[in-house]
């Protein structure tokens, strides 16, 4: 939930920006101060959402296939960890590792007139691998737990 609240947050606040034009009147401040970070934050958006799922799927699992009633706190701690380095970590990694996105766009961003600033991506061989798979594997993954989990039940 806190990712939807984080994506439509900076759609509400792009939505605002540029209700009555496309017009990037102050790009230097703009660039640094909304736009960058907004884009970079609904890059990773698209990965974020799929790995909660994956998270939530992977409870699931472990519940499913669970034999014990009680866990340890070194069992808790060690699912925190993953949980967070599922959640947190895939999606960081993509926000942070530029070339996944730089490769594959054209300019920086695009502003359509009375919804936001978008980055762009261009449609080219690279694009897949490097911008689409992240979140056809994390999905694949989810699917996995969900089917193994439909089947322990």
Same mark, same amino acid.
């Given at each position: 939930?806190?990712?939807? /609240? #984080?994506?439509?947050s900076? !759609? ?15 790009l #230097? ?7 960058? &970070? ?9 990965v974020?959402?799929p790995?909660?799922? *994956? $998270? %939530?799927?992977?409870? *699931?699992?472990? %519940?499913?296939t ?6 340890s706190? +070194?069992? +808790?701690?060690?699912?925190? *960890? /993953? ?8 999606p960081?990694? +993509?926000? %942070?590792l &530029?070339?996944?996105?730089?490769? /594959? ?7 359509f +007139?009375?919804?936001? $600033? ?7 061989s690279? !694009?897949? &691998?490097? #911008?689409?798979?992240?979140? !056809?594997?994390?999905?694949i993954?989810s /699917?996995?737990? $969900? %089917? ?6």
């Amino acid at each position: 939930m806190f990712w939807k /609240v #984080v994506g439509s947050s900076i !759609t509400a606040v792009n939505a605002i920006v540029w209700r009555d034009d496309a017009i990037d009147h102050a790009l #230097v401040f703009v660039l640094m101060a909304f736009a960058t &970070p907004a884009t970079r934050l609904q890059v990773s958006i698209t990965v974020r959402i799929p790995a909660a799922s *994956l $998270c %939530i799927n992977r409870h *699931l699992y472990n %519940i499913a296939t669970s034999n014990s009633i009680g866990t340890s706190r +070194k069992d +808790k701690r060690d699912t925190l *960890l /993953v949980d967070a380095a599922i959640a947190f970590g895939i999606p960081i990694l +993509k926000m %942070i590792l &530029p070339i996944s996105e730089i490769t /594959v766009q054209g300019h920086h961003y695009d502003i359509f +007139k009375g919804l936001e $600033c978008q980055s762009t991506v261009i449609n080219t061989s690279f !694009t897949y &691998p490097l #911008v689409f798979l992240w979140t !056809t594997i994390i999905g694949i993954a989810s /699917v996995v737990y $969900c %089917i193994l989990t439909f089947r322990a039940f």
